[in-house]
């Protein structure tokens, strides 16, 4: 029964016989059959666009790892470009936003979006992983926060952002109505991505951690907040990600999500210590470029931090941010390995 699968168990603090693991960006880049669907597609948006192609690419880690869970394949930039921002990857140089919200005009266009208008595409590859999974694995539906889409959306690209962090300071107002803003898509769409199947929800707030504490409270963290309260009726679990949460762990554990996603810089035993007392899973954080290391190195680092994490109920294994499209695949096999079978010798 999908109830028994492991990451259900694990975010709800149940014992499970080995910690359940998948990784961030596990559809992508790094695998060949990836780049070969994507090259049949001609370009990312295609991919994305076209449920057939986005549900198979979906599954290629499933298939190819035996893992404990499917995310989607999709973008945190299907709102903005839904919102009309027009979206593209450009081979080598990121993504691009062809239109990006600078004023109170710009702002004031943004349409609100009918997620089954809007996203069809999304909730169709949705239907058809569900269809195709059967209940035997869970499905992993995901958004980006409002901070995060807001930091694309008034840069249109990605970098470190100056436009954007610069309005924190000279524009907060308009920051914060644009923020409302994403938070109602944000909240609408994982509704949407739950009635169509996900069985978890993941949000990745990539660009918290370049706030100060005081407004990463304020731009980021109380939108969160809503995004979870919102979410709570669909009875899904919530795992929330902020890269580079660092001193403000113990806030994120006390949105009200399942579990709390964290980088590679977080503290294994401090941060078990604080998810024991505030009743929260862990997700996390094998460092990507571990990935590297000769493969029995990494079965050795994999296992060093399968043993920091300890026993308990409540930890999920995962990489502490998305693998890298250069990552080699005996190193990934080498991990995996080491989670399968981590407790049975
Ligand atoms: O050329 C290609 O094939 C496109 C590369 C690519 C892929 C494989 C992009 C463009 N997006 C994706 C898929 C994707 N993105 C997934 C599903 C795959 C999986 O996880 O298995 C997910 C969950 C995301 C989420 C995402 N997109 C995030 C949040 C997670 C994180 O890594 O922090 C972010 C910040 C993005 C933006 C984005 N999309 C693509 C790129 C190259 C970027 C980064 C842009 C930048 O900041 O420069």
New binding site residues.
């Given amino acids: 029964m999908m109830s028994d699968a492991r990451l259900l168990k694990a975010l709800r603090l149940e014992a499970v016989d080995r910690p359940p693991i998948w990784f961030?960006?596990?559809?992508?880049?790094y695998l060949p059959e990836?780049r070969a669907v994507?090259a049949q597609a001609g370009s990312?948006r295609t991919?994305l666009q076209t449920p057939t192609l986005a549900a198979q690419v979906s599954l290629q880690?499933l298939s190819r790892f035996g893992l404990d869970a499917v995310?989607?394949?999709?973008?945190?930039?299907t709102i903005p470009d839904a919102m009309g921002l027009d979206f593209q990857?450009q081979?080598g140089s990121?993504?691009r936003l062809g239109r990006p919200v600078r004023t109170a005009e710009d702002a004031a266009r943004l349409p609100c979006l009918d997620m089954s208008r809007d996203l069809d595409y999304v909730l169709e590859t949705i239907e058809r992983l569900r269809g195709t999974l059967a209940g035997q694995v869970p499905l992993i539906g995901?958004a980006?926060s409002p901070w995060?889409l807001a930091c694309?959306m008034i840069e249109g690209?990605?970098?470190d952002f100056p436009t954007a962090r610069a309005m924190v300071y000279r524009e907060p107002a308009l920051l914060e109505g644009l923020l409302e803003h994403l938070t109602q898509a944000v909240s609408e769409y994982l509704c949407a991505q739950a009635r169509a199947g996900a069985d978890c929800l993941m949000v990745?707030d990539?660009w918290g951690g370049l706030l100060t504490a005081a407004d990463y409270r304020r731009f980021s963290l109380a939108f969160l907040h809503r995004i979870v309260a919102t979410l709570r009726p669909t009875g899904k679990p919530v795992i929330l990600f902020t890269?580079g949460i660092g001193d403000w762990l113990p806030q994120l554990m006390d949105t009200g999500a399942a579990a709390v996603g964290l980088d590679w810089r977080c503290d294994p035993h401090r941060s078990r210590f604080l998810a024991q007392e505030k009743r929260v899973a862990l997700q996390g954080n094998l460092d990507p470029f571990c990935l590297f290391a000769p493969p029995d190195r990494v079965s050795q680092v994999t296992n060093a931090l399968l043993q920091s994490f300890g026993s308990e109920p409540g930890y999920i294994f995962n990489l502490g941010?998305?693998i890298r499209p250069d990552t080699p695949l005996e190193a990934v096999s080498a991990m995996v390995a080491a989670v399968q079978h981590f407790g049975s010798s």
């Fill in positions: 961030m960006r596990q559809a992508g880049r990836y994507r990312f991919l880690p995310i989607l394949f999709s973008d945190i930039l990857v081979e990121g993504v995901f980006g995060t694309y690209c990605g970098g990745f990539t890269l941010h998305g």
